[in-house]
């Protein structure tokens, strides 16, 4: 008997112990989402200039596809959309050290960011493309020629398309700029054979400069980009998943892709 009691004791406090631990941990999980909704503010990271998803127009204000989600997303929960404009090699740490909540910005879900932040699941698959140099037409007929030394790439520092021409172009030399548009911006002007950089910006950017560059389109990478929260937000995680699975089933995500990649009217607009 005394066993016995030892053992329903034992197990009570275990218990007890266990239920303390997920109410702690439900508490942590909960701490995004209760700083939005103690704020009344949806605080969201993106770096604007990474056409189409967020962009300064001509009035100041923030626009594009990754823009529109995060504002409907906003209105959503009953909340304000307030915009965080971050270089893009201190947005995570801007994440972690609190300045917003979310970073909707186009981020590639990779291994080494995962270890840094939590991922949604992916709301678009992309890859990486080539804008090259007219001269060059019909000298390189695929990414892989380009991987020589008499050739020189152009990428945006801290991105997936910068770690796309290290891996795959190893031979050529690689100079990395602070922007995407300085970056794409040398081949225009003859300063690089080619950039590297994602499929809708360099599809975008090669529409509207079709007579400086061309565009190899067919992408070399699978790049599925998610909406990255900090480790704490567990919960915060399935409320993104959930909602996008939402606005896909009830049309809003097709309406906002459509408005931002299948028109360009938007351009006129845009700084």
Same mark, same amino acid.
């Given at each position: 008997?005394e066993?016995?009691?030892?053992?329903?004791?034992?197990?009570? +406090?275990?218990?007890?112990?266990?239920? +303390?631990?997920?109410?702690?941990?439900?508490?942590?999980?909960?701490?995004?989402?209760?700083?939005?909704?103690? +704020?009344?503010?949806?605080?969201?990271?993106?770096?604007?200039?990474?056409?189409?998803?967020?962009?300064?127009?001509?009035?100041?204000?923030?626009?594009?596809?990754?823009?529109?989600?995060?504002?409907?997303?906003?209105?959503?929960?009953?909340?304000?959309?307030?915009?965080?404009?971050?270089?893009?090699?201190?947005?995570?740490?801007?994440?972690?050290?609190?300045?917003?909540?979310?970073?909707i910005?186009?981020?590639?879900?990779?291994p080494?960011?995962? $270890?840094?932040?939590?991922?949604?699941?992916p709301?678009?698959?992309?890859?990486?493309?080539?804008?090259?140099s007219?001269?060059l037409?019909e000298?390189?007929?695929?990414?892989?020629?380009?991987?020589?030394?008499?050739y020189?790439?152009?990428?945006?520092?801290g991105?997936?398309?910068?770690e796309?021409?290290?891996?795959y172009?190893?031979?050529?030399t690689?100079?990395?700029?602070?922007?995407?548009?300085?970056?794409? $911006?040398?081949?225009?002007?003859?300063?690089?054979?080619?950039?590297?950089?994602?499929?809708?910006y360099?599809?975008?950017?090669?529409?509207?400069?079709?007579?400086s560059?061309?565009?190899?389109?067919?992408?070399? +990478?699978?790049?599925?980009?998610?909406w990255?929260?900090?480790?704490?937000?567990?919960?915060?995680?399935?409320?993104?998943?959930?909602?996008?699975?939402?606005?896909?089933?009830?049309?809003?995500?097709?309406?906002?892709?459509?408005?931002?990649?299948?028109?360009?009217?938007?351009?006129?607009?845009i700084?």
């Amino acid at each position: 008997m005394e066993t016995l009691l030892k053992n329903l004791l034992l197990s009570t +406090t275990l218990a007890g112990a266990a239920l +303390t631990s997920v109410a702690a941990q439900a508490a942590t999980d909960n701490s995004a989402i209760n700083k939005i909704q103690e +704020t009344g503010e949806l605080r969201v990271c993106f770096e604007a200039g990474y056409v189409p998803f967020e962009m300064k127009a001509k009035n100041g204000q923030f626009i594009g596809f990754d823009i529109d989600i995060a504002k409907h997303m906003a209105r959503s929960m009953k909340v304000e959309f307030v915009p965080v404009n971050t270089a893009w090699d201190g947005i995570i740490p801007a994440l972690q050290t609190g300045k917003c909540e979310v970073i909707i910005g186009g981020m590639t879900v990779t291994p080494l960011r995962n $270890l840094q932040v939590l991922f949604s699941d992916p709301y678009l698959e992309i890859g990486q493309t080539v804008l090259l140099s007219p001269k060059l037409k019909e000298v390189v007929k695929s990414y892989r020629d380009l991987n020589n030394p008499k050739y020189t790439i152009s990428s945006q520092l801290g991105t997936t398309g910068a770690e796309a021409a290290k891996k795959y172009l190893p031979k050529a030399t690689l100079n990395l700029f602070e922007t995407s548009a300085d970056a794409a $911006l040398q081949v225009k002007n003859g300063k690089a054979d080619a950039f590297v950089y994602d499929l809708p910006y360099n599809a975008i950017y090669a529409a509207e400069h079709k007579e400086s560059v061309f565009h190899l389109n067919t992408p070399f +990478t699978y790049e599925p980009l998610g909406w990255a929260v900090r480790h704490d937000s567990v919960t915060f995680v399935n409320f993104l998943n959930n909602y996008l699975k939402r606005i896909k089933g009830d049309g809003t995500y097709q309406r906002i892709y459509s408005k931002w990649f299948e028109s360009h009217t938007w351009m006129k607009n845009i700084q």
